[in-house]
């Protein structure tokens, strides 16, 4: 099998995948699946013994040629159990695979039709709700132990067979006493209890109610069907309390990957696939994917094999190398992007060409190997298409890989930075020019007007603000804060408050 899933429902090529931490799943049948490659067979996955069929192997193939591998309901190929927040309220619905577009062809010009019933809940869903431009290929369900499911009629299972559906006629429900809905594709599914790394954001279902410990923030949903519901956001800062805590439930949280970048010196060369480097004084900057540890330690290999270890809480450190050839980091006991460094006095590394990172500042192209703590205004823009894998950090959110560019308002953005290649961190700087407001700031401001302390102007005020709008020459940026002017009117942020007063008064 040359494909399986990952934790976050990603489809991962068997090349590409880490032979431990990381449970692998099979897509058609949904078995756990290891990594394995010899002399011989080149890099593949493998079921336990007694697990999988031939089916797994010809579905993964099919898999392999589909035009909506993003899609997790496609990607699963079966019916899977959805969390479906409502403010306090919430619902529970079991939710199936759309039709691929040749699928959905073959329905059309041969009048194929399937309906396929829910024994359980008693509800039916057809082959027309599973189109690809269909959103309602879900049924409500309650919890239960189990869900089974039956055709109509014989001729329904003719259809279903001839379209290459395999999904199973029974999927597990509620046998446990707490669950986890992690956020995949815009969808909150259901999360066996098993290692995973969660996002900041998700919910949790439980037959008890649960302490959680402080530095979770923890929202309270309404009980409903004799279970508890939450809605839980983690703290970056990943203690080992914390890990223990989930471990009760049976959940392992995934030690975070980790990232080594070189800040200073900011320029250096190449010796095969380390870094040279002419001065025995370097900055390292750990960055983390998922989650940041409380405590690490960061190993360091010399050139005659020896090791040192620090013990770190903060995100730098600063390294002194005595000795002249190769010297290795990583973080102990996790797993991630090693830093190999090439320390010679006499070298002088230096770029003859200037290497443009594709990262525009206040209309500024940054380069690699120049600027790396940017005093940033306005916004900051990332080209498209993307030339190196990048990954942006926001403000009080965890890190993020950008699957295309666009811009990124002041002050979301605190850094952007290429895995094990560069960072850019970011500094801001108030805007007190009350002749020449940063007209892009109060947009962001109206934007956030609903989640921060508001001010209230006057009506001739109210005019005067309408008045200044057409200084702005940016015809678009001038729409925007028009229709947020019209839709609040008297009421403004701070920062619009102040700019009006201080130019009244001037």
Not at 114 to 122: L, Q
């Amino acid at each position: 099998m040359e494909r399986a899933f990952n934790p976050l429902g990603q489809l991962v090529h068997a090349k590409n995948a880490h032979k431990y931490g990381v449970v692998y799943t099979c897509p058609c049948c949904g078995a756990r699946v290891f990594k394995a490659e010899g002399r011989v067979q080149s890099a593949h996955f493998r079921h336990e013994r007694g697990q999988g069929s031939e089916r797994c192997e010809l579905y993964v193939q099919r898999l392999s040629g589909s035009s909506h591998l993003h899609d997790y309901s496609l990607m699963i190929s079966r019916p899977f159990i959805t969390f479906e927040p409502l403010e306090r309220d919430w619902e529970l619905f079991i939710t199936f695979p759309y039709l691929t577009p040749s699928q959905a062809m073959q329905c059309d010009v041969h009048h194929l039709h399937f309906k396929i019933k829910c024994n359980e809940m008693n509800s039916f869903i057809s082959s027309a709700q599973l189109w690809p431009n269909s959103s309602e290929n879900k049924l409500w369900i309650v919890p239960k132990q189990g869900y089974s499911f039956s055709f109509a009629t014989r001729k329904d299972e003719k259809c279903y067979e001839k379209l290459g559906l395999f999904w199973p006629e029974y999927i597990k429900g509620f046998q446990n006493h707490t669950y986890l809905f992690r956020p995949i594709n815009q969808s909150f599914c259901m999360i066996e209890p098993r290692e995973l790394s969660l996002s900041d954001t998700f919910y949790m279902m439980s037959r008890k109610k649960i302490e959680f410990p402080r530095e979770m923030d923890v929202t309270p949903l309404n009980q409903k069907y004799g279970w508890f519901a939450y809605k839980i956001r983690l703290p970056f800062l990943l203690a080992e309390p914390l890990i223990e805590w989930f471990r009760q439930f049976g959940y392992d949280l995934k030690p975070p990957y980790y990232y080594l970048d070189i800040v200073a010196p900011s320029v250096f060369g190449r010796k095969g696939e380390a870094m040279l480097i002419g001065t025995g004084k370097c900055r390292i900057q750990i960055s983390f994917r998922d989650f940041q540890l409380q405590k690490y330690s960061l190993v360091h290999i010399q050139p005659d094999y020896t090791s040192r270890e620090y013990p770190l809480s903060s995100s730098y450190v600063d390294i002194i190398l005595h000795k002249k050839g190769f010297h290795t980091f990583y973080i102990k006991k996790h797993e991630g992007k090693m830093l190999h460094l090439f320390y010679d006095p006499n070298a002088n590394p230096c770029f003859s060409e200037r290497l443009e990172s594709g990262v525009v500042a206040d209309q500024r192209t940054l380069a690699l190997c120049e600027e790396k703590s940017i005093l940033k205004y306005t916004t900051v823009s990332v080209t498209d298409p993307l030339l190196f894998p990048y990954w942006i950090k926001e403000k009080n959110r965890f890190a993020r890989e950008l699957s295309q560019g666009g811009e990124f308002f002041h002050p979301s953005v605190e850094k952007l930075f290429i895995p094990g290649v560069w960072a850019f961190d970011f500094s801001a700087q108030e805007m007190r020019d009350l002749a020449h407001p940063d007209w892009r700031k109060v947009l962001l401001a109206y934007m956030q007007l609903e989640q921060t302390k508001c001010c209230w102007i006057s009506n001739e005020q109210y005019r005067f603000l309408e008045f200044l709008l057409q200084d702005v020459g940016d015809k678009m940026l001038r729409a925007k804060l028009a229709y947020y002017v019209k839709t609040y009117r008297n009421k403004v942020p701070k920062i619009v408050k102040e700019f009006i007063d201080g130019r009244r008064s001037s």
